[in-house]
């Protein structure tokens, strides 16, 4: 099939958060039926895979109320209305562990959802990190414990499914690839 | 800080659609603060890497409306109510590219968007490919045309972002790393 275009022909905004807007709209299908999609709009957001000096990996230990759990992740966070994704991940990289970075290259980005949601990731690799006395705070309702593990300290905590989430077994994943490369 | 778990205090659901729910929780902060939190209820999904005989990756092209374009991505499809993650593999596969296949195998598990969803993927491996004649049928609002890429082709769809989201750029790299590995 050419053309698997979904035309709108109605859309009705259901609600507007701080994080999230949900759109139901109404489309017409490649063979003129029609369907009905429920379409998350999110702002973006960055992650930043930060190797130390001593070539370990910064996690961060957040509670996710979606999960009802803790997890260890990359550094993350949402981008502000209009930041550069590469200020936003300088931003999020000092916030959540107090580190600045010499060296910050975009390895790539992807959709996380694209079934529902059009949250894009853009996902950065930071070097030459060093600790920033007085640093950016965490937003007030953002609480955070910093980790830094070996590779295979992460590879082991995917294992254990303390590290469940696409972009840091992503990242895992890269160094991974970096590391076997190498050989 | 030891406990980062926040507490429901109160829960209301904004909608609930044929894909997602939205909850907007209002929670207790481990400092005792209140904030709130929005929250979408997803059933959870499958992704099949389906290699063939000829050692090539199937993908299927589909049109996302959350996005507003078509991307490549792997098989995939969300679980229906209390589906085995394995058996809802085996019917993605086949309605979505009518292959059936003789092993398969759980490579991984990940939540796609901790901050805002509980939506998990579980990524299995499906080898032994073969076409199945009148195959389960694809849902009638579902359209997708069927690639088979070889590695190579797959990387340039990731730099061309015809391939761009989370699950199916994992699925990439985790046959890379395999590669790696086995030089």
């Known amino acids: 099939m050419d053309n698997l275009e979904e035309k709108t022909i109605h859309s ?16 017409e299908l ?20 930060a190797i130390t000096d001593e070539n370990k990996i910064v996690m961060v230990e ?11 992740e990359i550094p993350a966070g949402k981008l502000e209305k209009r930041e550069d994704p590469a200020e936003c991940a300088l931003r999020e990289l000092e916030e959540e562990t107090s580190y600045v970075c010499e060296s910050l290259e975009l390895l790539t980005s992807f959709y996380t959802s694209p079934g529902f949601a ?11 990190l060093s600790k920033k006395e007085n640093s950016a705070a965490l937003d007030e309702d953002e609480f955070v414990n910093i980790e830094e593990l070996t590779l295979e300290e992460a590879i082991q905590y995917i ?25």
């Open 159 to 183: 294992k254990d499914q303390k590290i469940y989430d696409a972009k840091t077994i992503y990242a895992v994943q890269y160094l991974q690839l970096q590391e076997a490369l190498a050989k």
């Open 118 to 128: 059009d949250e894009i990731i853009h996902v950065y690799l930071a070097k030459g």
């Open 30 to 49: 490649p063979n003129g039926k029609k369907a009905k999609r429920e379409i998350i709009k999110h702002p973006g957001a960055v992650a930043i895979i």
């Open 62 to 72: 957040q509670y996710r109320k979606a999960l009802e759990r803790t997890i260890v």
């Open 12 to 27: 009705e905004e259901i609600f507007s958060g701080k994080v999230v807007r949900l759109e139901l709209q109404e489309v």
